[in-house]
């Protein structure tokens, strides 16, 4: 019996589709080898990516944090990946009948990825082009010898008398073409590996506070499945846009403080740690939390006052916003007011729960703004600070939508039982967490179903900086329940409970919990 065949046309646009993709992965695995052979010359695919965070539209990050959480920057990445592959396949059934075409858009995506690596603060200019020089040659090469391949002359015809592409072409197609794939795959892994590895290491141990941070007694309830008073660096969450952690190298950093100061100050990290040196607890928020969720943590940092370094430059009146400036040019914006009320404590820190600073979450230096969401605030990796006003900048979220003034919100978050799990009857303990930064915790309260609201039992607060534990016991019965949380702050202001989206400045919203007993 005659094997069924496909239709010819269809055959070959296929096979010139997967030429086209292999060749642009070709393409993309040479620039991201040598991206971490060479320092200087940038990653394709994040270059790319950068420009697509610079370009996005308002409420992007809201819903990309939604869906990702903190894997936002891996699917951007698989994005960008997966865009240049399906114009790879594009490419590959043009160059059936046009070639030349096909090579010069090859070129100009070249062109445009090299471009996009030029803004990149750790790029070398002249690299970046010899870099996009091979990605070009690597991918029009792979795309000549695998078009060839798709090319071989047709072999017998088929019942409807049209000639068909014989077996062994397609073979060798696969053969050759997978291999190519295969070996991109690794050379891109390879290179990713590598260029990670280029990151200065973080040496140095931290210097000795003056002041410092004690965690009382009662500070943790200490239960199964609820979440630690303060958060391991490892488990810290991570929201910000650098693609790639910046590679800051520590002995050459600086610190440049200037626009409405009395006098320009550049600080080096030795002279930054000159002044006295202070320990505290803060809780840090991101502004795409939503309710319930984990994109907060509370972490014991070491480091100088911010108004210590800014008494350095003199600060002249008039100036109404302070700008932190991050060495990849991100900037958050935040009033100088706040900064300057004196109960609270804005710090630059270089340490992190008794280590120094983790490189993702700043090296080697960072501001921490207790009380402000950190989009407007939490600038890592921090080179400039900038003194200007309210009206004459924004900040880099303010443009996408979202408020240019942003104090965190009273909320509070169930962590025992989790959405959706089955615990069994009897004794059973709620638990979570409440924060209402800069104003403390003064109450939390319990409903379950429809019943009354009942108060729990706090955490001793380490400060109104940070955030609390509370915990309820609770007789558990058999069958389908809910249990929601509110919380009240140091005020005597009870949290919103209509539930809003995070933008423009923070989710409201009680936070509720169904669950099975029995």
Not at 352 to 373: C, D, E, K, S, T
Request: aromatic share 6%.
């Amino acid at each position: 019996m005659t094997q069924p065949v496909s239709p010819p046309m269809r055959t070959s646009r296929w096979a010139a589709a997967f030429a086209g993709l292999v060749a642009v992965a070709t393409a993309l695995a040479t620039g991201e080898l040598l991206a971490g052979l060479v320092p200087g010359v940038p990653s394709p695919i994040l270059a790319v990516g950068r420009v697509v965070i610079d370009l996005q539209p308002p409420g992007a990050k809201e819903l990309v944090v939604s869906i990702f959480g903190t894997a936002d920057k891996l699917a951007l990445e698989v994005l960008v990946l997966a865009v240049a592959l399906v114009i790879g396949a594009g490419l590959g059934i043009l160059a059936r009948g046009r070639p030349g075409i096909a090579a010069a858009v090859v070129g100009g995506f070249v062109v445009i990825g090299v471009g996009a690596g030029l803004q990149a603060p750790d790029t070398q200019p002249a690299l970046a082009v010899l870099g996009g020089v091979a990605e070009f040659a690597a991918g029009t090469t792979a795309l000549d010898r695998l078009m060839r391949v798709v090319a071989t002359s047709p072999g017998p015809a088929s019942p409807g008398g049209t000639a068909i592409a014989p077996d062994w072409s397609r073979r060798m197609l696969l053969v050759r073409g997978g291999g190519l794939a295969v070996a991109s795959l690794a050379a891109g892994a390879i290179g990713r590996v590598l260029l990670d590895r280029q990151r200065v290491p973080v040496t140095g141990g931290l210097p000795v506070p003056g002041v410092d941070a004690e965690l009382p007694a009662g500070a943790d309830l200490g239960l199964e499945g609820l979440t630690p008073i303060v958060v391991p660096n490892e488990d810290f969450y991570r929201i910000d846009t650098a693609l790639l952690v910046p590679n800051v190298d520590r002995d050459t950093w600086r610190l440049r403080i200037h626009g409405l100061v009395e006098r320009e100050v550049s600080l080096a990290y030795a002279d930054l740690l000159a002044l006295p040196v202070i320990e505290q607890y803060v809780t840090i928020a991101c502004v795409s939390n939503r309710v319930g969720g984990d994109l907060i943590g509370n972490a014991r940092w070491t480091g100088v006052r911010l108004r210590d370094v800014l008494d350095l430059a003199g600060v002249r009146e008039g100036a109404s916003q302070l700008v932190g400036r991050s060495v990849d040019g991100w900037t958050a914006g935040m009033p100088v007011s706040w900064i300057m009320e004196p109960e609270r404590e804005p710090m630059i820190a270089v340490g992190m729960n008794g280590a120094p600073l983790p490189r993702q979450h700043g090296f080697p230096a960072r501001l921490i703004v207790p009380g402000l969401y950190g989009y407007v605030s939490a600038t890592k990796w921090l080179s400039e600070l900038e003194l200007t006003t309210m009206e004459a900048f924004d900040g880099y979220w303010v443009p996408l939508g979202w408020a240019k003034e942003a104090p965190i919100l009273t909320q509070s978050r169930i962590d025992r039982p989790r959405r959706g799990s089955s615990i069994p009857a009897g004794p059973f303990t709620f638990a979570g967490m409440a924060w209402a930064m800069d104003r403390g915790i003064s109450k939390v309260e319990v409903q379950v179903d429809d019943g009354e609201w009942r108060e729990a039992t706090l955490s001793t607060a380490i400060s109104d900086t940070t955030w609390v534990q509370w915990q309820l016991d609770w007789e558990a019965t058999p069958g389908d329940h809910r249990v929601t949380v509110r919380a009240t702050d140091g005020t005597g202001e009870i949290q919103t409970e209509t539930a809003t989206r995070p933008d423009p400045d923070g989710a409201r919203g009680w936070h509720s919990v169904s669950f099975k007993v029995g």
